[in-house]
């Protein structure tokens, strides 16, 4: 069975119906069904938990008894509602007194609270019905209550079944077997989901076998002929395999992709124990590929195309497998028919598309919508030739829908029961309008509006301007929707909703039916109604769709022309629902509905069979022929004449019904031949009628792709015959007079590949190499291969052979993989590069502990094995989520602001990936004593991170123990290499600002004096003591501190502000400041004699205190302390606001310097 055009959609939805309720309705035994409407046997149906609730609960107890028995009312037609007002037709129909109904009704007590209902009706004479309800918790997404219905007398009564005794059972779906319906099987799990089940029946749920799982199951997929067989695929991405009904499974594969899992298609694949699926592999791309139940390893599974795919592309419908791949910003879609070679599909040269749906693969054909680069919510329809390869447009701007996670809905819809008749809303300049097609999209044209309407009053509308108009789109919940209604089994009976005018309006919904395809229309509701067809179409049941309680439906046996009024239950419902027995046969449904918001689940059985006591014989029947809206008797290419039931018999179709009478073939005219590919109709060209033009990308002439020498062809005419057109003789518009010779051509997009798409591989690995010639001959080619490492082979007919190329590469590297193809007629060329690498086993990141702001920082990687090749890096810093790459192993940054600074590096070889991170302290200013060792400890140097680290901790130590510093103001990095050199930061104390401040740091002279005087030492291995000293006793510590460029820039600025204030203060208030100032000190006036040599230290800022006017320039005439020299040569921060400061723990001292001491210090 093909997938159907209305199919465009989940196979699961949820929609809201009204502000309350919402339903949801889906085969519960067929995943991929296609009945459009409410005349099957399973649904999934779901009301809201929450909103207003008008509706006082306890009127559900007046609907079948508080005992839970069945109500049976017996109201026939005859008990309408008084409160509806009924058209003409339908007071008319009450006469007929021939027709009466059964209804009862059964309320599923206890299950208020439960707002979803799973619906399964057995049917092929059968009277079973299953039903589980659920509680759904939309915020968890889970299942919290649930229960489980059976009925064995067609819904008359229900029995409410406990699976497991004692203990609380959780059932969140059940599945069908699709070729055995007596097969059921639940999918469960305890109240805390601790332990996973299975429910397995073999009798319809008359008793279930209890099956423990060690998996979560998302999803079950029965083989379509092989009842047994079975598919789970797992919350985890597993895919599982079970040959027994789920009693035992095999795990077959893992990181498959959620619904592209397809069992093998009957008639096409040949073994039956193949599964499709989409998988991603290591490097995290998907592919396509193939196994067999019985073993599907990782070395067993086939790849069935050359490369990746895009992830959720991979379709399997019918003949046709469907995958696309995106390179940059292009889409290329690829086919494969009869599981042949996959090949690209061919749409108009410049189509572009940014997507693509499949409407449909029946008879031969691809139909599919594109939405076309320049398109928003519009798609082009386009038809291919039977291969599934070259297409043609046949409709632009159909009109479509995206909601929210959901598939894409494309208002086009395949009238079923006559094939070719297709109904579409195209969209142009923001107007809707249903157009409808005979001949699978060859002519459109707008659909007849009725010449009266539902009371018989004349209605004026007038083409072009005004025309019928329907809504296509599947909305969310089929059963209650007023989708078009067609079914296989009553040709030309369509049903649905819409508007008669110049466009198609959204809140319109009147209801219009046609039992002659689409020629004449008839008006027969004002609102929309849910529909459910029984007996093949023999008896129409519409409910209104409302949020209002109802409780009368209305049911036409005429198809529509005249209708029956009938109340189904003594008290009105909210419905939910329509089901059906499946079976055209059918003649018993039941509605799904609640009383109030607050109320149990309520199933109402309505049954017609007492009103057709017999079957239908020949003589019940008269016949019509099929035309379209302009009376043409050869509908794609034959005359056909069906069955119509009398409209004064009252009998059943049944079982055996068959629709159609008679077909007789028609002789071919130009209306059964469509454009060719790279050819289409001119619209604007009226006089040239239906003729096709070349696009002026397309060669008419040009040989096809799979021409080869020595064959000829024959150029295209513009005309293909439409497919499944059965005309015959007379006109032949695909003939061609051109008969060409195939031409020798050369080989063109060679492509080189290899199994599995591994470009990377380990030493000793198999490899299996893949050439694909897309273009050019391939029987006369020869094609040379070089394989990088010496070996190279010559090859006859390679891709037409497909002949494998397997080799094994020994030594790491990188080899260059080329194929050269070559005729007489030219040459191509593809090439591959193979990495050859062991996997990464770890990475090192060397990083200084310690840095200063806006100061370059070294990052460097150890790999190992050092030998590994073509290795990457990622260097992520900081919170930035944008990583630097590199293919060298160092990487040279700056931080710009203090703090702790995360650093991350990965390293990746394609093979594997491997990371470390460290932890960086940025600081303003800081100290940095450098540090040696004696030499006998070079001899016990490994130079690895974890030895350097153990020894800079073990120095950190014993210095903080000796000077009494905190160890955490401490850090000691050893550097590589040899001879073994190290690094002291000494951290500035928490309490001390960078700015506003002068601070001593007593701290260096401190560690210089232990290390001096050989305080600090070590045992290693052996005994020895090694010594830690300076590793320049003359020289000072280094200081971390802000750029230089910052800082020179700012002693530029001092100088010029120094030297304008000294001049200033010297012209106009020069005094003899060392008379005036009776408050310095000795020691105080010290600290700027002119001799006094001050050392710039990066990083430290030197300023200058100016005074007001009447204060003067102060000195100290006495000599210097250790400690201020201390001062002086170790840290100075003075403001650069020029405020007064103090200098370290000498509270009330303030340093003054005049323009010609600022000259000596510069110069010093």
């Not at 094939?419 to 707008?446: C, H, M, S």
Request: aromatic share 8%; proline share 4%.
């Amino acid at each position: 069975m093909a997938q159907r055009v209305a199919r465009l959609r989940p196979k699961r939805t949820v929609l809201t119906l009204r502000p309350y309720w919402a339903l949801i309705l889906v085969y519960a035994w067929m995943a991929l069904s296609t009945e459009p409407a409410l005349c099957d046997s399973g649904g999934f149906l779901k009301r809201s938990s929450g909103g207003d609730r008008a509706l006082d609960s306890s009127a559900a107890d007046d609907v079948g008894g508080g005992d839970g028995m069945p109500h049976l009312p017996g109201f026939t037609h005859q008990d309408a509602d008084p409160g509806e007002a009924l058209p003409r037709r339908l007071r008319r129909a009450a006469a007929r007194d021939k027709v009466s109904l059964l209804s009862s009704s059964f309320v599923l007590k206890g299950d208020a609270t439960h707002n979803q209902a799973m619906v399964h009706w057995t049917g092929e004479n059968s009277s079973v019905i299953l039903i589980l309800t659920k509680y759904y918790h939309a915020d968890s997404t889970k299942v919290l209550e649930s229960s489980l219905w059976r009925s064995s007398d067609h819904g008359t009564t229900y029995t409410k079944l406990n699976l497991m005794a004692g203990t609380t059972i959780i059932v969140t779906n059940f599945y069908i077997c699709p070729s055995n319906k007596k097969k059921v099987i639940l999918v469960s799990h305890n109240i805390n989901e601790a332990e996973h089940m299975l429910f397995i029946s073999t009798d319809e749920g008359a008793s279930f076998q209890w099956q423990p799982l060690s998996f979560r199951v998302d999803t079950l997929l029965f083989h379509p002929k092989e009842e047994d067989k079975l598919l789970a695929y797992s919350k985890d991405a597993r895919l599982y395999v079970s040959s027994d009904l789920g009693r035992k499974w095999t795990l077959l594969q893992e990181r498959v992709t959620k619904e592209r899992v397809f069992w093998s298609v009957p008639e096409v694949d040949v073994d039956p124990d193949l599964v499709h699926m989409e998988m991603q592999d290591t490097s995290g791309g998907f592919l396509y590929v193939t196994c067999l139940i019985q073993n599907c390893s990782d070395k067993m599974v086939t790849a069935q195309f050359l490369g990746k795919i895009d992830r959720d592309s991979l379709t399997v419908q019918d003949e046709y497998i469907f995958v696309k791949v995106t390179t940059g910003n292009r889409t290329k879609h690829y086919v494969s028919f009869k599981r042949n070679e996959f090949v690209q599909m061919r749409f108009p040269k410049y189509t572009l598309p940014k997507d693509v749906q499949i409407v449909s693969t029946d008879e031969n054909q691809v139909f599919l919508a594109l939405q076309e680069w320049y398109q928003t919510d519009t798609y082009n329809l386009y038809q291919s030739d039977p291969q599934g390869v070259y297409y043609s447009i046949v409709l632009e701007n159909v009109r479509s829908t995206k909601q929210p996670e959901e598939s894409v809905l494309i208002d086009i819809l395949e009238v079923r029961g006559i094939k070719g008749v297709f109904l579409a809303n195209q969209k142009v300049d923001g107007k809707v309008t249903t157009l409808i097609t005979y001949n699978k999209g060859r002519d459109w044209e707008p659909l007849a509006p009725p010449s009266i309407d539902m009371n018989g009053k004349p209605v004026t509308c007038k083409a072009p301007d005004c025309q019928l108009h329907l809504h296509l789109r599947w909305a969310d919940n089929p059963y209650v929707s007023g989708t078009v209604h067609t079914k296989d089994s009553a040709p030309g009976l369509i049903m649905g909703a819409g508007n008669i005018g110049s466009q198609l309006v959204e809140y319109k919904e009147e209801m219009y039916i046609t039992s002659d395809c689409g020629k004449t229309w008839r008006q027969v509701f004002e609102e929309e109604h849910h529909i459910l067809y029984l007996d093949h179409g023999g008896v129409i049941v519409a409910i209104k769709d409302t949020s209002i309680p109802l409780k009368i439906l209305k049911f036409s046996i005429d198809e529509g022309h005249t209708w029956s009024v009938h109340n189904f239950t003594s008290t009105s419902v909210f419905v939910d629902g329509l089901l059906s027995e499946p079976g055209d046969e059918t003649l018993v449904m039941t509605v799904f509905g609640h009383i109030s918001y607050r109320s149990d689940w309520e199933l109402v059985k309505v049954d017609f069979r007492q009103s057709f006591p017999s079957q239908c014989t020949e003589a019940d029947y008269d016949s019509w022929k099929l035309t379209d809206q302009q009376g043409e008797k050869c509908i794609m290419g034959q005359e056909r004449t069906f069955r119509k039931r009398k409209d004064t018999s009252f009998c059943i179709k049944g079982k055996s019904y068959t629709s159609s009478l008679t077909s007789k073939p028609c002789q071919c005219t130009e209306k059964d031949f469509n454009c060719d590919y790279g050819f289409e109709r001119a619209q604007s060209l009226k006089a040239e009628g239906d003729r096709c033009f070349a696009d002026f990308w397309h060669d008419p002439d040009a040989p096809p792709e799979d021409c080869h020498i020595g064959h000829t062809y024959e150029s295209s005419t513009g005309y293909r015959k439409v497919i499944s057109n059965m005309c015959e003789g007379g006109v032949n518009k695909q003939q061609s007079a051109k008969q060409h010779t195939c031409p020798l051509l050369s080989p063109a997009q060679l492509q080189l590949g290899i199994k599995g798409q591994m470009l990377a591989v380990a030493p000793g690995d198999d490899i299996t190499f893949i050439v694909h010639q897309e273009q050019g001959d391939t029987s006369s080619t020869k094609y040379q291969v070089d394989l990088g490492d010496g070996v190279r082979a010559i090859y006859q007919n390679l891709t037409v052979t497909d002949e494998p190329i397997q080799h094994r590469y020994e030594s790491l590297g990188v080899y260059r993989v080329t194929v050269r193809a070559e005729n007489n007629a030219g040459h191509d060329h593809a090439t591959l590069y193979i990495q050859v690498t062991a996997p990464l086993q770890e990475v090192h990141l060397e990083v200084v502990p310690i840095a200063g702001t806006n100061q370059e920082v070294n990052l460097t990687a150890t790999v190992l094995p050092s030998e590994a090749n073509l290795t990457v890096f990622y260097w992520w810093i900081g919170d930035d989520l944008q990583p630097k790459l590199t293919l060298e192993r160092s990487l040279i940054t700056r931080f710009t602001e203090s703090g702790e600074v995360s650093v991350t590096v990965q390293a990746s070889n394609s093979r594997s990936m491997v990371q470390d991170s460290k932890t960086v302290r940025v600081f303003d200013h800081f100290q940095v004593i450098p540090l040696s060792f004696s030499r006998n400890l070079d001899h016990f140097n490994p130079n690895i991170p974890e030895w350097r680290e153990d020894i800079g901790q073990v120095v950190t130590k014993i210095l903080a123990k000796i000077t009494g510093i905190p160890q955490d103001s401490l850090v000691t990095m050893v550097k590589p290499g040899l001879p073994t050199t190290a690094d002291l930061y000494v951290l500035p104390p928490e309490s001390t600002t960078a700015k506003r401040s002068v601070y001593v740091d007593k701290r260096i002279s401190t560690v210089k004096q232990a290390l001096n005087e050989n305080n600090v030492s070590f045992i290693v291995r052996g005994g020895l003591q090694v010594l830690v000293s300076l590793a320049d006793p003359n020289a000072g510590s280094r200081s971390g501190a802000a750029s230089p460029g910052v800082w020179a820039l700012s002693v530029l600025l001092l100088i010029s502000l120094m030297a304008s204030g000294a001049f200033m203060l010297y012209k106009f208030k020069r005094k003899d400041y060392k008379s005036h100032d009776p408050l310095l000190r000795t020691e105080e006036r010290s600290l700027i004699h002119p001799w006094l040599h001050f050392r710039k230290l990066p990083g430290r800022n030197v300023y200058a205190q100016m005074h007001n006017e009447k204060e003067q320039e102060m000195t100290s005439p006495v000599s210097h302390s250790e400690d201020t020299q201390n001062i002086i040569q170790g840290e100075e921060f003075i403001d650069d606001d020029l405020d007064s400061q103090t200098l370290g723990n000498h509270s009330g001292v303030v340093l003054s310097i005049n323009s010609r001491e600022l000259h000596s210090y510069l110069t010093s």
